[in-house]
């Protein structure tokens, strides 16, 4: 990967993820929206993206829709039932009405997962307790696994047919497939345990499932972690080998790297202030007591700076060929153009856009523009009472509708 | 708020706010003098402001005039009495004949006042044990806020009989009106206590009644936290909905927004060094015991920077539409171009200006001038004794005719 | 030595040690490549310096090979036997066709060694207990250390008839020369102890002997601590008049200064991460429990900066004529350019050719190339597998056939 | 002071001090050389000199010459007796010889001076006792004052007579003048205790006599603290006042500025690393005891930079018209050319200079240059033992003849 043997592209032109042309390099990546309800879409929601497609990214990511009702975060998250459709397409022609592409999430939380909300245990690699949610794990079965790999290919066949033009399989942040990759979380001793190649074996079923399923009718992009941010967890050097091993197995169309464990270390992929209080505050039982006990321990903070997960981001970029989307504190011209001269193909962004989801267009406008995002992460705790800046917007993204029978977007 | 849509002012052309017109946009900002005497106007009072006025600023600011007796922190304080006024006009016409505007800051100190000086309790939202005076402040009733809303509309009317030509109101640093707007210290269960809008009830109060008193006939300036520096207290996330309600009151023509609590974080406002000793030396009793006594958490040091202020001040710019002055760390010519460039229109010095008070016209006449502050703070115990820049006056400003009859104004 | 009074070179022009000439003034500085075998030259050694000579370096180094059985720090470590020979010669042509040079570095491990890899104590200055090996070096006779001059003569005489192009002396990280250079380990009372040129008359002599072995037929470098990052230890002052005493001794042909104890303070050397787990898990017992007993201490962190060595490494510079390798952060061209400004004839570079062994061929083609090494350090325990990064080369540097007959490279 | 009004000079154009004109802007501070012997000169004090003069500077300062027995902070001091003239007549000649002027830095130890060397106690303004050196100073009386006074003519009259160029007056570093000026030393409370009119009056009549005593036939300079480096010490407030009285007194023609308390606080002049261990090793008991006890407290570390001195005496530069020399931090053409920008008519260096005598030609042939010293301060305890840069000289300075009849210098 050298900088002299490619035309480095503006991030403004038209971008390529397999079969989508993306009208820019810039995309609204996956934050938690805490505005479906019972498992469907509401007009928040679809509000919430129509902002941000108007706002001008290439595409907006609806975040974690869930594939098997075990793996949900949240009891009201998205799950791919045929009730779910209707409200799905509202949004994703609302979306393109706007000029974007949609992108769907979809994964399966696994030992991130809500047993309380989905009244059953959350699955994991190998039994364990979990403090946060002060409940067991239960240990997956192979059964568990062969299941699972096929609810993401229905999910990726009704994410087809509500019409997103790309699907976000979630390898990241110790979510089932990422705590499978984890040498520290996967204890297991049968294959999908020990060595790396067994390990990966999910993460790849899964990938190879999505595109048996779709095939290139959408784009589809691997969200997964180079670095668990826990000693003895998943790290580049294991990230390397695997990302070759998606890319040789023709399963992705895109990457993009992200850090972090929403088991063991949230704060690793949001640098920047750790709003304990905050969280705190706003987070059920038994979560609360969880952040309570443990919070200082999990919620470290971590020095922000522009494009700060590039230095490994660099790693893999170095390690395929395939398109990369750098994710992590891009709020301006100056480090977008970094990211494209340094040989990715685009950008993701996330928190800046929460604090102005017209940052886009106002930087394509004015490539001086600096965003208003501080890094203050209050945003966080907000995904559970309608995700939002709270220097944007005190209140709620949640309208009045919400929760009613006329919240629904369908 | 675009960088493009508008063309920057320089700092050395004429600004206005509401009804005035200031020969440029530099504002000395208020540094408690401690040079009245029971609640008047002193010859060296005039002498400081008038030393402001010829070193080059557009506007002169007359710290804290209490608008009520037991609003005061210091029993010498300024108040708003018909026995203050020849003296408060003598002061203006001095300050206009150097060219310069007056304004007149007026405020309740509520629990930040001084109750052995007053010889009553000091007022809060709920009632409270201040370490700082060991005593006990008075919970406010609504017929006390009833008073002192009318309280602040005749000192502004006082104000315009005195000639100043603007008003600042005090709602920052945990004085009366800002001790309501914390969640941490305000616990009233009333119309003045829960949320925002019940907590910014007294300030609007306060600005509605300070408008209807003097119509547009001076310009109205509001001062207001944006952070308390406090966890849990007042932020960013409150401060924008309430300015955005002053904006829509019509009660503000300008916004200096600052940060600090006088009772919990003092020095969250003033960066550099914390002079604990020097503070303590010269507290009456009994705040010099308690300085000793919880005084090194008080008087955290925080580190200085220029333009300090300008990260949280750009949230509040991007949320009304509303003339802002800019406070905090601002010594020389780049930090005021990057205020205006930013969209402030105004910038306030206060430190600085002790240590220099022709800084401003030195700023115009050579703009590679560097101011001489070097923000080791110890002008901040000298208001007990008559402030000044220790570096550029060792003894006081206070005269030998201080605290005669030949020491006042009038 | 000014900058003024020679022409800088270009680190891409040849450049001559004594001899020798090579083809650009970049070396690839020892790393242990835990690849020989009882003894004896692997191909996977030899795959490793062709992969290095093919990348562009001007010379590579083969890392340390002992001169005595008492002195290896690994079982399997390149001893200077007739056995070793033939693969060494295969090594060096190897590398000649490539283009470049081949260094064999010589020493005596001394307190480093590994007594029960070796079984025989290890040597030192003094009797001493090591935490690390958790076993007593015991102290050099005086016979001992003149069989051990003599040793490096014999071992001198065979890098010769091997085709070696160069011999560097491994003077440095408390190796048995560099323990008695050190006031801190070095507590003898004979004419080896005491005062700077009695503990410096052991590395005198070795230079000495080798000099007088291979005469000018081949290069002479010498490797030396200029601080042994220890309290007490030696530093830069002793460093000076030892490397004079160097030059006075026409013994030399260049330095290569370095830092750290591999008894006391190995990170110093390795800036960046302290890889502790990772180290520990690797490596045999008793060194195991060792680094778990007092690793915390002993792999402390030290900052990464480009050219972390250079400051001063100028002290060394400024005096002595003796042409000079700068070693520490050489990663770009720019700091190779300072490098060569500041007076320094060569560059030499480990872990980021470990993670690139053709870094040197791509900056030379664009010298905006940046060096994907991130100083994650975890390739330094990868030395008990096979030497490697581990984001280049997950796996290990030992093939198959390693370790048998198949695996010799003669 | 603006950087308008005046054309900055070129550091190496001539500057004039009084009736004294310096080839260039350049001083060898003074720096205790530990050379002389039983209070006369030695051939290797007359050959450290020769060496600064050789090496470029305009003006060399021959370190601390006791104006008093009980002065001495080290029995072999120079003591201004008429048995030390014809040495130092040496001195000034063989300085003169190489185009430099040489200045006889003046003083009283004071509380610093060394009872067990001089066989009395050291005085002090108030009885204290004194940790480093386990012994109580005796607090002056009036008559002490007076003689010491007195002495200080004597000693300004003796070096005209010795032919020096200047006489520089130690008023800093609590030695005696500067204990006096120290609210935290000073417990007095007769007319030299108390304000800093009192403080400040042994200073000033200091100054008066000398000036009387050698009128204008040399220049004469004044050594002053800005900041002891001690809570309650003395600082840039009296600092001020302080300079400028000295100025109306008319008794000066240079000031230099320096920091730091020999007693309280050493290491707050010598910014960089503290060398504890090579301090105590060196220094004799009882103050080795005393090192030991406290050195931690003492010996604390201060980040160095470039001009680390400036930001203070700046303050003074604001407030005196006087010629002033800028100490602390000089060690390249970049900074003295920023000293001279500010208003700076003079740089004094030390440390850089024992490093490199001949670092100011360097500097004046390329204004590249950078100076070899790394700050590490091992010069310090070297004073104890004949003063050199370990780097530079890791033996001594004191040549064979030291302390024998041969090596006087007369």
């Not at 464990?261 to 992929?269: A, E, K, T, V």
Request: hydrophobic fraction near 40%; charged fraction near 20%; include cysteine.
């Amino acid at each position: 990967m050298t900088t002299s043997d490619h035309v480095v592209p503006d991030v403004f032109s038209q971008g390529k993820i397999g079969p989508l042309t993306l009208r820019n390099r810039t995309i609204k990546s996956a934050t938690y929206e805490g505005l479906s309800h019972k498992g469907k879409v509401t007009r928040d929601l679809v509000d919430f993206h129509v902002r941000h497609a108007a706002g001008g990214v290439g595409m907006t990511t609806v975040a974690y829709c869930a594939v098997s009702g075990e793996g949900r975060t949240d009891r009201h998250q998205i799950l791919w039932t045929p009730e779910a459709l209707p409200g799905l397409r509202k949004l994703t022609s609302a979306v393109h009405a706007e000029g974007a592409a949609a992108s769907a999430q979809i994964g399966h939380g696994g030992p991130v997962a809500n047993p309380k909300g989905n009244g059953e245990p959350a699955l994991a690699p190998s039994r364990r307790f979990h403090k946060t949610t002060l409940s067991f794990a239960r240990e997956a079965t192979k059964d568990d696994l062969r299941r699972i790999v096929q609810d993401h290919a229905r999910a990726a066949r009704m994410a087809v047919e509500a019409d997103f033009d790309a699907i976000e399989v979630h390898l990241g942040h110790n979510y089932l497939a990422s705590s499978f990759l984890s040498p520290k979380i996967n204890r297991r001793t049968d294959t999908y345990g020990g060595g790396l190649q067994n390990r990966a074996r999910l993460a790849r079923e899964i990938m190879t499932a999505v595109r048996e399923a779709v095939d290139d009718r959408v784009a589809i992009i691997a969200k997964m972690n180079m670095d668990d941010g826990v000693p003895g967890g998943f790290w580049l050097d294991e990230a390397i080998p695997t990302t070759q091993w998606l890319e040789a197995d023709g399963t992705v169309d895109a990457l993009e790297m992200t850090v972090g464990s929403s088991l063991l270390n949230p704060m690793y992929l949001f640098k920047g202030d750790a709003p304990l209080n905050a969280f705190a505050e706003v987070m059920p039982q038994p979560i609360k007591l969880g952040v309570r006990l443990v919070g200082h321990k999990m919620l470290r903070e971590y020095p922000y700076q522009n494009g700060y997960l590039l230095e490994d981001a660099r790693q893999i970029r170095a390690a395929v060929n395939l398109p990369m989307i750098l994710l992590g504190g891009i709020t301006n011209k100056a480090i977008m153009d970094r990211a494209m001269a340094e040989g990715f193909e685009f950008v993701a962004m996330a928190r800046a856009l929460l604090r102005e989801p017209d940052l886009v267009n106002r930087i394509q406008a004015d490539s001086s523009v600096r965003s208003l995002c501080n890094h203050n992460n209050r945003c966080m705790p907000t995904n559970f009472t309608g995700t939002r800046c709270v220097l944007a917007d005190r209140g709620t993204t949640r309208s009045n509708t919400w929760g009613t029978q006329a919240g629904y977007a369908s």
